[in-house]
């Protein structure tokens, strides 16, 4: 089992920064992919990154240029740092983690986080 907890988030006006992070315990030396999503308000949850195999980053679009991916070297936290933030990356940001190999685009998930409330203002 793998527990995440997200922190981190806040409120910033536009254009300012966060770095959020996601603490793994448990047994996180099993994960294979940890991903970062977000749900804005009123829409579904959307990809904004993933740590692939613990070597490879992929980011969506609206992340590209704005966000960084990167862990410890312990390998037990993963951060999400965003920065020129803008008002629609207002959203609760989740961490996740799993198990195995799967495909980029395969959105099925061991382990979820609470989530923590970004909220960018203009």
């Known amino acids: 089992q793998v527990q995440l907890v997200e922190s981190g988030g806040g409120l910033v006006q536009a254009g300012g920064s966060l770095t959020l992070s996601c603490v793994a315990s448990g047994s996180p030396l099993e994960i294979e992919d940890m991903s970062w999503y977000r749900q804005p308000p009123g829409q579904e949850r959307e990809l904004v990154g993933m740590l692939v195999r613990g070597n490879r980053i992929k980011y969506e679009e609206s992340a590209k240029g704005r966000f960084t991916i990167f862990r410890d070297s312990d390998k037990k936290t993963v951060y999400l740092q965003m920065n020129s933030l803008k008002p629609e990356d207002t959203a609760v940001y989740y961490c996740?983690?799993?198990?195995?190999?799967?495909?980029?685009?395969?959105?099925?998930?061991?382990?979820w986080g609470q989530g923590t409330q970004v909220t960018v203002s203009s």
């Open positions: 996740a983690a799993r198990r195995g190999f799967y495909s980029d685009v395969d959105h099925r998930y061991d382990y």
